[in-house]
Nanobody
Framework: QVQLVESGGGLVQAGGSLRLSCAAS????????VGWFRQALGKEREFVAA????????YYADSVKGRFTISRDNAKNTVYLQMNSLKPDDTAVYYC??????????????????WGQGTQVTVSS
């Protein structure tokens, strides 16, 4: 089974940038869909971005489109989430996930079987 470890979270001022990493071990990442989700305090987990196994297709939530970019480095078995123009509303714990059961449901967290432990992102105003 794959193990996922997120890193790169932290405290940043509004308008700033962070790059989150999701490193996989136990299995090569390149043949799997990978998603990023986030969960703010007191709210449900929500979809942020997803990347197809070949990296040719990317998907974004409307709230982050144009500000966030998902990418992968197959040599490092790592997926990234570059977050620019951060807003206080982006404050949340960010999770990466894989083992998607049906690629048509890439934005549905329940369709992913493997999750990392999460990394906290806090954006101050």
């Amino acid at each position: 089974q794959v193990q996922l470890v997120e890193s790169g979270g932290g405290l940043v001022q509004a308008g700033g940038s962070l790059r989150l990493s999701c490193a996989a071990s136990g299995r090569t990442f390149r043949f799997y869909f990978v998603g990023w989700f986030r969960q703010a305090l007191g709210k449900e987990r929500e979809f942020v971005a997803a990347l197809s196994w070949g990296g040719s297709s990317t998907y974004y939530a409307d709230s982050v489109k144009g500000r966030f970019t998902i990418s992968r480095d197959n040599a490092k078995n790592t997926v990234y989430l570059q977050m620019n123009s951060l807003k206080p509303d982006d404050t949340a714990v960010y999770y990466c996930a894989t083992d998607l059961s049906n690629r048509a449901y890439y934005s549905d967290s329940a369709r992913y079987a493997s999750w990392g432990q999460g990394t906290q992102v806090t954006v101050s105003s």
